[in-house]
């Protein structure tokens, strides 16, 4: 995600501390780990400035949401909503997912949300794409059973890479449609980059994932 370097939303951040978790490795393990005993709680990697995850949080007071952003300044931007929204359902970590998966126990969340997230058509940042062997088995150790990804894409070679990567690591797909409209689903909002693509006549590609007895949680050997 290209987005403009906001010196206000990195000190807004740094002095902003009521709805998040982490920045520069200051991990609050204990207040992370009590936020997500509360209630059923989901995850979304890479939320850009939440419009989503307010809305859907919005709607399900029950839930617990966190979300994982990896930019500073797109997280200074999306905790100032979050703020200003006075929900108490929300919390943000400015982090790397990658980095910080090993902070979560197995068998946590409830679901994890990855909406638009940056393709990385690049054969050498595939590592990095949050759709990769690397990334999934992550997923699959932090989801409980039988929970599942959320995932909507506007990019064909991101979608079908996905899609192979979720079948070779043993998902379970439950829902495919190519050509997504969100008022399809209760439990999904318009994101930021879903609203724009729409605008374009993308069509958006969704997929919800099942975690079952057959999803890897280790990265296979490359033969
Ligand atoms: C293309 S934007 C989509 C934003 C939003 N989900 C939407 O649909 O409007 C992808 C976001 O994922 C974040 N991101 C990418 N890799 C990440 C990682 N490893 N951990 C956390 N966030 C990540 C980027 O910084 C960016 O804000």
Avoid at 66 to 71: F, G, K, N, S, T
Avoid at 87 to 101: M, P
Avoid at 208 to 218: D, G, M, Q
Wanted: glycine fraction near 4%.
């Amino acid at each position: 995600m290209r987005s403009r370097y906001k010196p206000w939303a990195i000190e807004y951040l740094k002095n902003h501390t009521e709805n998040e978790f982490f920045l520069d490795d200051q991990l609050e393990e204990d207040k992370i780990n009590k936020f997500i005993s509360e209630k059923d709680t989901y995850l979304e990697i890479g939320p850009g400035k939440a419009q989503f995850i307010l809305s859907i949080a919005s709607k399900f007071p029950d839930f617990n949401f966190l979300v994982i952003e990896l930019d500073h300044s797109i997280a200074g931007t999306a905790l100032k909503k979050i703020d200003e929204a006075k929900l108490t359902n929300v919390r943000l970590i400015a982090g790397d997912f990658y980095k910080l998966s090993k902070i979560f126990k197995k068998d946590l969340f409830c679901g994890v949300f990855l909406n638009f997230s940056d393709p990385r058509p690049k054969k050498r940042h595939e590592k990095r794409r949050l759709t990769s062997p690397n990334f999934l088995v992550e997923y699959a150790k932090i989801l409980k059973d039988d929970k599942c990804i959320y995932f909507k894409s506007d990019n064909d070679g991101f979608y079908e890479y996905s899609l192979e990567m979720f079948k070779e690591y043993g998902w379970e797909i439950i829902y495919q449609n190519e050509d997504y409209q969100s008022s399809e689903s209760d439990f999904d909002a318009e994101t930021e980059f879903e609203a724009r693509y729409k605008a374009e006549g993308i069509k958006i590609k969704r997929l919800i994932l099942k975690k079952n007895k057959n999803t890897l949680t280790e990265v296979k050997e490359e033969k």
